[in-house]
């Protein structure tokens, strides 16, 4: 055609013809061009021998195929509308390395499989396994008709010239269809997957499919898949549909039937090659790119059964059993305000007097042991002493001669525009300051000397900086897990987050609806606290109006801008908790931890507080501490695991933030850190240490402090040598145990001052004890969890991998669903769960403490109640 059209376009064009030399030449090329077409063609005819077969089923067929010959196996059946069969092929072959595999098509009405022998599965990083026995289950469309024939065909192929012997064997498959709540066992292998199908009964719209194994490896994938051609079976392309999730022991989806329109889906089990994905051991690299690898036996005995899952009634009773308990906290504060008022009527009628307890008499304790002295030595007080508590008597008698008029003068002077920062213009008040915190016996009057107005204001501002980070904290946590959800769903890769899929209840788009609900009671008992506070607040701001002397002169100063912030603080934990397990995983685990450090550091706060109202840490201060303790638990959770310099510069940091903290505690502030703080430190241990050999002055805060160093240092030496796995959890336990630390030494030492415990703060007290320690048994049960894999790490170490992907410096969605248990309450809720209900109470409980433990205080003059 070429020729002839460049022949006439030269004609057409005024061409002459063509020279004589071209002409032979063009007849030559002609006749060879024919020639090998002609040829070609004949050869094509000739190179396969096609023979067709009419096969039957359950009878193994041995032949040998090259490549001049193609064997055609006819396969009819009938299936029945009413009755689900499968149809397996199982392929053997005989001859070892072949330098071309043999292709095997089935060709069926609606679909088509193909798959070569060997079958050449990959993993990681592109390893080679091959696989001389296949075996794969036939995709069976569905069928409108009662009973109907179908034909499918089975081509064997090869471009080998070598004759290559195979085995070639179609069953069926009896036991096809799952029932409900019958166990099903079978074994599966990197190149004999396995899939079934269930067909959801009449009345039950939401069922779960539990996978079990006795064995951890072999590594699997169980997905869920609707019914359509082609099935995807294999390790490299299971997850292109449908849900999915790795195993090892356990497996469990969630299945409701409104995502499947045909009211029936597969259950598909696949080996996988290796075991990274579920935590196993880094394999060998290969010696060559394409050497191909001995994957050695991976079968792997595997169970499958279908549960109903739960019904909308047991949703309902779950809501109604978790409201009911959080409102009865409501009824019974309601209960317990209704009683306290009704007391308290009775006292102003009758004018009970005031027990005269230790504290209140303005003696100094001494019993068997000085106040501020641990040591029972029966030594009396020194001359300093005596005068200043002396001279503090006769003041505090003049003080308590003052008529209520001077007593609501002083009021509304307080009351005036008075600004903190003024006290700081007058030139003696350094000196002052210097005189009066560091006399060996403080009292409360003499660190509440500042206008009530504005310190109310300065602890206001902790309620207004923690709503506004809640606020601007909140919203990008609530966006992101709602892309988190939105990707779970779509994808259908349930590896992205670590529920415990045995008792994972969905509602709606989100996969645990459970988790989710049992966080209300943060968010409840949290507004419940705040509005004890408000109401106390009322209170006081009543009785301030109307000059009542014990509240402007008596109790511990009542400031409640930081019990506004620990209110907001556990409501915020709820929330951020419940943002959490919408899609719990590594990544997000900051979202759970962040407000328990605050609610952690605010009740430190609070303790301090009570007894030290002038020099307590300011909002900015505070909130500036913790947010570095966030910072650092983001970099512990990113570059922590393993990672020796860090945990280095964190312990050395630790540290000295102890001893600093330490420091300012010791000296109530009046320290300064700057050039001669080296010299002076040196000079005070040589003057009291070495040449006096005198003791602290002040006992008890040295002995609080010296442990509270012995504690953190020996915590810190701990996160050295061990390199815990869980940095968020391991700073968390430091924040507790300094909690708890402090407030044991609060107790004591209220007790050891002679004042007294209220039977409402005792009582809560007990219960809070009683409920943490329940709590924290659920707590540790584990359900899920993603801390690293050690053994894992190892064998990075063991083969000097460099290797940076998550799933290896983390514990696997696999090995996680090992911990996974079925719900222990109401068939709706798990462990984890109990943790959310009884922590948010311990919470609670833990916050009335703090509330009303120096309620004893209240009929007592400041001046009579000491600072420790």
């Not at 003052?402 to 008040?429: F, K, N, P």
């Not at 638990?633 to 990672?643: E, M």
């Not at 502030?669 to 002040?698: A, E, F, N, V």
């Not at 462990?831 to 948010?840: E, V």
Request: proline share 3%; glycine share 6%; aromatic share 12%.
């Amino acid at each position: 055609m070429v020729f002839r059209s460049c022949w006439k376009s030269r004609h057409k064009n005024g061409c002459g013809p063509s020279p004589w030399w071209i002409r032979p030449g063009l007849a030559a090329l002609f006749w060879f061009c024919v020639t090998h077409i002609a040829c070609g063609i004949g050869a094509v005819g000739e190179t396969k021998n096609v023979v067709q077969k009419d096969a039957e089923f359950d009878v193994t067929y041995n032949d040998t195929v090259t490549s001049e010959n193609q064997t055609i196996y006819a396969f009819n059946h009938t299936i029945s509308r009413n009755k689900t069969e499968g149809v397996r092929v199982t392929v053997d072959v005989l001859s070892r390395g072949l330098e071309s595999p043999i292709l095997f098509v089935v060709r069926q009405k609606q679909a088509v499989l193909s798959f070569q022998v060997p079958l050449i599965l990959r993993g990681l990083y592109q390893r080679k396994y091959p696989y001389n026995h296949v075996g794969r289950t036939l995709c069976q469309p569905p069928t409108r008709a009662l009973s109907e024939t179908q034909y499918f065909f089975v081509d064997v192929s090869t471009l080998s010239s070598q004759g290559t012997n195979y085995q070639l064997r179609v069953s069926r498959v009896e036991s096809f269809t799952l029932q409900t709540d019958k166990k099903f066992s079978f074994t599966a292998s990197p190149s004999q997957p396995q899939y079934f199908k269930y067909v959801f009964p009449d009345g039950l719209d939401t069922v779960i499919v539990k996978v079990n194994s006795d064995v951890t490896f072999p590594c699997s994938v169980m997905s869920v898949q609707d019914i359509q051609c082609p099935v995807y079976d294999l390790d490299n392309n299971v997850a292109f549909t449908g849900m999915y999730q790795t195993m090892t022991k356990k497996g469990a989806i969630t299945v409701q039937r409104k995502d499947f329109p045909s009211n029936s889906f597969y259950v598909v089990i696949v080996v996988k090659t290796e075991d990274e994905a579920c935590g196993g051991p880094l394999r060998f690299y290969p010696l060559r790119p394409d050497e191909l690898i001995d994957a050695g036996n991976r079968s792997k005995a595997i169970d499958v059964m279908v549960s109903p899952a739960i019904n909308s009634e047991v949703y309902v009773m779950g809501m109604l059993f978790c409201l009911g308990i959080f409102l009865s906290f409501y009824l019974l504060t309601l209960l317990v305000a209704c009683v306290e008022n009704k007391r308290m009527k009775k006292r102003e009628v009758f004018q009970i007097p005031a027990d005269m307890s230790p504290a209140e008499t303005g003696k100094i304790p001494a019993a068997q042991y000085e106040y501020g002295s641990f040591a029972d030595n029966g030594s009396t007080l020194s001359s300093e002493a005596i005068t200043d508590s002396a001279t503090s008597t006769d003041n505090n008698y003049g003080y308590m001669e003052r008529s209520l008029e001077s007593v609501g003068r002083s009021r509304q002077e307080s009351l005036s525009s008075v600004e903190e920062d003024d006290y700081d213009t007058l030139e003696d008040i350094d000196s002052d300051k210097n005189i009066v915190r560091t006399k060996k016996f403080l009292c409360v009057s003499d660190l509440a000397r500042k206008d009530k107005r504005v310190l109310s204001k300065k602890y206001q501002i902790y309620f207004w900086n923690i709503a506004t980070i809640a606020v601007f904290y909140a919203l990008p946590v609530i966006q992101l897990v709602i892309t988190y959800q939105t990707v779970v769903n779509v994808t259908g890769n349930q590896d992205i987050c670590f529920y415990n899929f045995l008792c994972a209840h969905p509602l709606g788009a989100l996969s645990a609806f459970n988790n989710i609900l049992s966080n209300l009671g943060y968010v409840m008992l949290g507004l419940l606290f705040l509005l004890i506070v408000l109401k106390r607040d009322i209170v006081h701001n009543r009785a301030l109006v109307r000059n009542d002397l014990n509240a402007l002169e008596c109790g511990i100063p009542k400031h409640f801008g930081l019990f506004y912030a620990m209110g907001t603080a556990l409501m915020m934990e709820g929330l951020l908790s419940a943002c959490y397990h919408v899609c719990p995983n590594y990544t997000n685990f900051q979202f759970d931890t962040s407000f328990m450090y605050m609610i952690a550091g605010l009740c430190m706060l609070k303790l301090y507080q009570k007894r030290h109202p002038d020099i307590n840490a300011s909002a900015y201060t505070a909130y500036a501490c913790l947010a570095a303790v966030i910072f650092f638990s983001v970099l512990g959770v990113v570059f922590g695991k393993g990672n020796t310099v860090f945990w280095i510069i964190f312990s050395v940091i630790h540290i000295l933030a102890t001893l600093l903290l330490s420091t300012q505690l010791y000296y109530m502030g009046r320290w300064r850190l700057d050039s001669g703080t080296l010299r002076r430190m040196i000079y005070i241990i040589y003057t009291d240490c070495i040449r006096q050999c005198s003791g602290p002055m002040y006992i008890d805060r040295m002995v609080l402090l010296v442990m509270g160093n012995i504690v953190n240092w020996s915590l810190a030496a701990y996160g050295l040598i061990e390199r815990p796995n869980d940095f968020a959890s391991y700073l968390l336990a430091i924040a507790i145990c300094n909690l708890l630390l402090y407030f044991a030494f609060y107790i004591i030492m209220k007790l050891r001052s002679g004042e007294r415990i209220q039977c409402l703060a005792l009582v809560c007290i007990l219960f809070t004890a009683v409920v943490w320690g329940f709590a924290l048994y659920f707590f540790f049960q584990g359900l899920s969890t993603w801390q690293v894999s050690t053994d894992a790490l190892s064998s990075i170490k063991t083969q000097e991998y460099t290797l940076t992907l998550l799933f290896l410096t983390q514990k696997t969605p696999a090995e996680s669903r090992e911990h996974n248990r079925d719900c222990i309450l109401l068939s709706f809720f798990d462990d984890h769960d109990i943790w959310h209900f009884l922590s948010s109470i311990a919470m609670f409980g833990s916050f009335l403490v703090l509330l009303t433990m120096d309620d004893d205080l209240d009929t007592v003059q400041r001046d009579k109640i000491f600072v420790f």
